[in-house]
């Protein structure tokens, strides 16, 4: 399994121990494990069943199999305290996500940016975010918190965005589990 994104990792302070947290498109669930471990209750959705499955049993978390780009949103409805999205994204889907995070609660979202492509996979420009594309997309709904833009790894292997924001019902500080 591959290691968490250290940004994810670095933010999850934002997100209370015992909060309801998503762990969007989350494969194998790499992240959803970390906030397990920190006592949260942690839905963890994606298309693949297989990669899911190293989740089955694991207290603190529900594994759900769905088409997140299906015609019909299957989390229609839901909050959650925390949103966590890694290596994702489809564009049309982006107002429902945002939907997805409570009035207090926190976003946690990297993915690839364009110019990725220098680099190899994602190079569609489908799957990769433009410049400041994340800080539009949350303008006046979140509260960014940080973020970040550009090469990635040493030596540079990718070009990502990095987001983290809360939404505008938080008090501060924020919740701490750290």
């Known amino acids: 399994m591959t290691a968490p994104s250290p940004w994810i990792v670095r933010h999850a302070g934002l997100v209370a121990p015992a ?21 949260a209750r942690v839905v963890a959705i994606d298309r693949d069943a297989a990669a899911l499955a190293a989740l089955a049993g694991v207290d603190g978390i529900e594994v759900r199999c769905a088409d997140l780009e299906a015609p019909v949103w299957p989390l229609a409805g839901e909050t959650f305290d925390a949103v966590i999205v890694s290596r994702y994204l489809h564009r049309p889907r ?3 996500l945002l939907a997805l995070v409570a009035p207090a609660g926190t976003l946690l979202y990297e993915t690839f940016a364009a110019g990725n492509e220098r680099y190899g996979r994602p190079s569609n420009p489908a799957f990769l975010l433009e410049p400041g594309e994340l800080l539009e997309r949350v303008r006046g709904r979140l509260v960014v918190v940080a973020f970040e833009q550009g090469e990635a790894g040493h030596p540079p292997s990718a070009v990502v965005q990095r987001l983290a924001a809360v939404g505008r019902a938080r008090t501060w500080p924020p919740p701490t589990g750290d």
């Open 19 to 39: 909060a309801r947290v998503l762990d969007l498109a989350a494969g194998s669930g790499r992240h959803a494990l970390v906030f397990a471990a920190r006592g």
């Open 94 to 96: 982006f107002d429902d």
